[in-house]
């Protein structure tokens, strides 16, 4: 999860500079296909996301992740020897065919997460990894990048890196790749609940109270030995694949209620999937639009009344000046994820906390364009607290929409399936963000108005505030699978150990009072 971000965001610093250097197209228009060049991974990505996700299911999640850090590598090679735009344009896509890599991820760390108080800590951990990568990325791309111009005393003019000049970074985050991948073989355990090992007599007789017996159902369900004053049930055996139908309350539902086949798709997951969707569509808006808005040429002349041009023109800082100031924000982001986030999660709860955020998002895209009417000794002060807000706006939204997602997901079975549809949906969003922004941006430059693509992202983020009010956070009666971690084929049936299994079922909203409840008494 470290390497692949570092692959992935090392492009964004020169891709604008690679367009203009590769000839493709005037300063106006290289924008755009600047975002294509980015979003061509996250195109191939979105058509190809289920069905990685579906063959997680049926091989485990493990040798998918592999062959997705190996389709990255590869990926990597292409782009770094390419000689013209169109042969970067098809390394980048088939990095995104052969990676599948988001969803299952997300899918290894719910079947990891059997109680749901650890579940905002382990999601949180996916934004934090990536914040790493994206500090190493981005300095690897902008710092080595055209190194035979930038270190002419340790690269000829006339050797391999002065005819590739994108060539060494992407040779390094290529070997990262591998040392990921080796790592990945030897080290990286299955998760798929289907898939974990059989076990002997002696490992069930020594199977301590604390250890989960079953895999528990996405936030609203625990099995596993505790000793709190609820309901109790002893089972001769384990059945696998056994299911029960109960309410909130923990009542039996009406035998009329029990579906026949289950929908995996429910109203509710669609609703959050798109929501992550939004997300994805105007967060990469704001991803690619940064390095260009931070290269593209400034205008000095800033006093025109009430004219757009007040607002004309980027930055002008050089290609290292840009990796440096995208590694800071990767350290911004880190800070946001080890100190704003656990205590924002503590204090507003998971729900509160997504609407929250949802709603204060655009403010992180209204300000930027600002930026170029500071004063040069400002400008620096200005990036770093236009980053603040961006990260802590998305740091936050993305875990908690993961875990609302596995919360509303009707079978841990289906993990897989919902992951990769949504790993899909986020790759088409990010597919279409690039190529408009650049559009947008390229429209900005013409009529000298660079806000224009800033503030078109901003309000795609609120259309995503307000479809957040159409998601319905109850749930009314829930299906629970309940799978054995650990069946042993080699005991009898009539041998089977008296098993305590406890199995709590709550409303959501209940749960997350007892959850804060519980984290303010720890305090």
């Not at 493990?62 to 000689?83: C, D, E």
């Not at 990536?130 to 035979?148: D, L």
């Not at 079953?214 to 384990?238: C, I, M, P």
């Amino acid at each position: 999860r470290v390497a692949e971000p570092i692959a992935l965001t090392s492009i964004f610093p020169y891709a604008w500079k690679l367009v203009l250097d590769f000839n493709v197209t005037d300063r106006a228009n290289a924008s755009f296909y600047a975002g294509l060049l980015i979003s061509a991974f996250a195109l191939a990505e979105s058509l190809t996301g289920l069905y990685w996700g579906g063959l997680s299911d049926r091989i485990g999640r493990k040798p998918v992740l592999l062959l997705g850090s190996a389709g990255t590598m590869l990926s990597l090679l292409l782009v770094g020897i390419s000689t013209n735009f169109w042969m970067a344009l098809a390394g980048r896509a088939i990095g995104g065919f052969l990676n599948g890599n988001i969803g299952v991820i997300q899918t290894m760390v719910g079947e990891l997460t059997v109680n749901p108080k650890h579940e905002p800590r382990a999601y949180s951990v996916m934004p934090f990894v990536w914040s790493i990568g994206t500090i190493i990325g981005p300095s690897i791309g902008g710092i080595f990048s055209a190194p035979a111009d930038n270190f002419p005393e340790v690269f000829s003019p006339h050797g391999i890196f002065a005819k590739f000049p994108y060539l060494l970074p992407n040779l390094i985050c290529a070997a990262l790749m591998l040392f990921s991948i080796i790592c990945g073989f030897f080290f990286l355990e299955e998760t798929h609940p289907d898939m974990q090992p059989w076990s002997t007599v002696d490992d069930l007789q020594h199977t301590e109270a604390e250890t989960p017996l079953f895999a528990a159902q996405a936030g609203t369900t625990t099995a596993a030995v505790d000793l709190r004053n609820e309901s109790y049930g002893t089972f001769n055996k384990v059945v696998q694949d056994q299911e029960w139908n109960v309410m909130p309350d923990g009542t039996d539902a009406p035998k009329e209620a029990e579906p026949q086949d289950q929908v995996v798709f429910t109203k509710r997951v669609v609703m959050l999937i798109i929501a992550l969707g939004i997300f994805t569509y105007h967060s990469m808006s704001y991803d690619h639009l940064l390095p260009i808005f931070f290269q593209d040429s400034r205008v000095e002349s800033r006093v025109h009344g009430n004219k757009l041009s007040s607002m004309a023109g980027g930055l002008g800082l050089t290609i290292q000046d840009v990796g440096v100031v995208m590694s800071m924000n990767g350290i911004i982001a880190l800070g946001v994820q080890a100190i704003v986030f656990p205590l924002a999660a503590a204090w507003l709860g998971v729900w509160k906390l997504f609407i929250v955020t949802t709603v204060l998002h655009p403010l992180a895209y209204i300000v930027v364009p600002y930026l170029v009417l500071l004063p040069e000794e400002w400008l620096y002060p200005g990036i770093y607290a236009c980053l603040t807000i961006r990260n802590i706006f998305a740091i936050l939204v993305y875990p908690v929409i993961l875990i609302l997602l596995k919360e509303a997901a009707p079978s841990p079975s289906c993990l897989g399936k919902i992951n990769g549809l949504a790993a899909s949906t986020g790759a088409a969003c990010r597919t279409l963000a690039s190529p408009i922004a650049g559009i947008l941006y390229g429209i900005g430059i013409d009529i000298d108005f660079t806000a224009l693509a800033w503030w078109v992202s901003g309000a795609v983020a609120i259309i995503g505030a307000i479809q957040v009010f159409f998601i319905n956070r109850k749930k009314s009666s829930e299906w629970h699978q309940v799978r054995a971690r650990a069946p042993c084929r080699f005991m009898p049936p009539e041998e089977h150990r008296q098993d305590i299994v406890h199995i709590v079922v709550q409303d959501e909203e209940e749960q997350e009072v007892e959850t804060n409840e519980q984290q303010r008494l720890l305090a």
